[in-house]
């Protein structure tokens, strides 16, 4: 099923589609928990509304939703992050809940050092009118390594009385410079594990202090990282020396790709750092030479098999390297990979030679999601092979004419042709 949702005050009553997931999509048999959410205009009084779900094919549901508002409760900390020596800013947002004009007041509170924050926000009264947005933004500026907080407080005069709104702020600071970890370079199908020693700069935290690691890679290939890429904290002697971590970094690839990711360290009260590291999972060994043999015009034809390396069936795509001849064709160039156990996929390599004397060399390769196979391809002409068998063709005289020849008188026809001339 595929729902879309209305209600009777969406100001009041409303799907939180994100919170509810899968963009209201059920499948068959499956079910799902909707997420209503609530914005109370008044306090302690009862509100109703009515939330109202379709398909185009299995109907309608309406749901009754009830509430009651009570006083505001400190918000859902707002987190932010600059690098130290720099400035950050974010913005932030209310909105005036009821059905009346209200007047806000904002406010900054924090122990943080003199301008570490500050809000670009007019400290006169502003007038907000009925479900009006208010704006602005919140600065985060740090100047050491560590953690800090502080909280944003709208302070309202409205139909209820006064009212405070509590917004905490959680700040952490960074390093200033994104440092390097290096390379991992090893072969697809192969593994590496590579202890790395970084410099947490501006720390001189011990070692054994908790430590968070987060891995940010590209879209394209942040999948696979996820994959083949384990990074986590050694604790091995001896220790490394103060404000430096040791990181036991494990790459198991399982086919070939390049990038470079973001490792993020995060200890907690203390700071944020960035490192970049290099993979590079280079080709893997070949899995099979597979030769063929073709005379110049005519096409020869290999097949064989092949499983996925998973449980599940995979998409995959075949093809030529792009050094390899056109003489070379392999089908299917696409299609769903079995999985791991079944007969396989079965695969054709075609071979038509054009010319005589040369030997054809190129690379047939398989990749799935996860996975690549690589074949060496060979195509040659047939070895020629010298005929056998008795000559039918006579090549020798009879002796019987042989000795006729011999018995003839031996004539000069050169003197002969002169004396006919003087005559």
């Not at 595929?2 to 499948?27: K, P, R």
């Not at 926000?121 to 502080?150: E, T």
């Not at 993979?279 to 060994?285: C, I, N």
Request: overall charge negative; some cysteine; charged content about 25%.
């Amino acid at each position: 099923l595929d729902l879309s949702w209305e209600s009777t005050d969406e100001q009041m009553f409303f799907v939180d589609v994100e919170a509810s997931g899968s963009m209201l999509s059920i499948a068959p048999f499956e079910s799902l928990d909707v997420v209503i959410g609530y914005r109370p205009s008044v306090m302690d009084e009862k509100q109703s509304g009515t939330i109202i779900l379709r398909d185009q094919s299995a109907g309608v549901w309406e749901v009754l939703a009830e509430g009651i508002g009570a006083e505001p409760q400190p918000a859902e900390a707002l987190v932010g992050n600059a690098a130290v020596g720099s400035t950050a800013s974010f913005a932030f947002q209310f909105v005036n809940p009821f059905t009346e004009p209200i007047v806000i007041i904002p406010e900054l509170e924090s122990d943080a050092e003199k301008g570490v924050f500050a809000i670009l926000a007019k400290s006169k009264p502003q007038n907000l009118g009925p479900r009006k947005l208010l704006k602005f933004n919140w600065i985060f500026a740090p100047r050491r390594m560590k953690d800090h907080s502080a909280c944003i407080i709208l302070h309202g005069s409205t139909p209820n009385g006064e009212l405070t709104w509590r917004f905490p702020l959680l700040a952490q600071a960074e390093a200033s410079q994104v440092g390097s970890m290096g390379k991992l370079v090893c072969r697809a199908r192969e593994r590496i594990e590579k202890k790395i020693d970084i410099e947490l700069a501006g720390s001189d935290a011990t070692p054994d202090l908790p430590a968070e690691i987060e891995i940010s890679a590209p879209g394209e290939t942040e999948a696979i990282v996820q994959k083949t890429l384990a990074v986590s904290l050694d604790d091995s002697l001896p220790a490394p020396a103060p404000g430096h971590l040791r990181l036991l970094t494990v790459f198991e690839p399982l086919k070939a790709f390049r990038t470079s990711i973001q490792l993020s360290v995060n200890r907690p009260n203390i700071g944020r750092w960035r490192f970049e590291l290099t993979l590079s999972a280079q080709d893997p060994e070949e899995d099979d030479i597979i030769t063929i043999e073709a005379p110049a015009g005519k096409t020869s034809s290999v097949s064989f098999h092949l499983q996925g390396a998973s449980d599940e069936p995979e998409e995959f795509r075949a093809t030529l390297s792009p050094e390899s001849p056109d003489e070379f064709v392999v089908l299917p160039p696409k299609g769903i990979l079995p999985p791991y156990g079944s007969t396989g996929q079965q695969f054709v390599v075609h071979f038509t030679p054009r010319e005589y004397g040369r030997t054809y060399n190129g690379k047939l390769i398989v990749t799935t999601e996860n996975m690549q196979w690589v074949y060496v391809l060979e195509g040659k002409m047939p070895k020629y092979t010298k005929p056998t068998g008795a000559t039918k063709l006579a090549t020798h005289q009879p002796s019987s004419l042989m000795k006729s020849l011999a018995d003839r008188p031996s004539q000069n026809h050169m003197a002969s042709n002169k004396a006919k001339l003087k005559r």
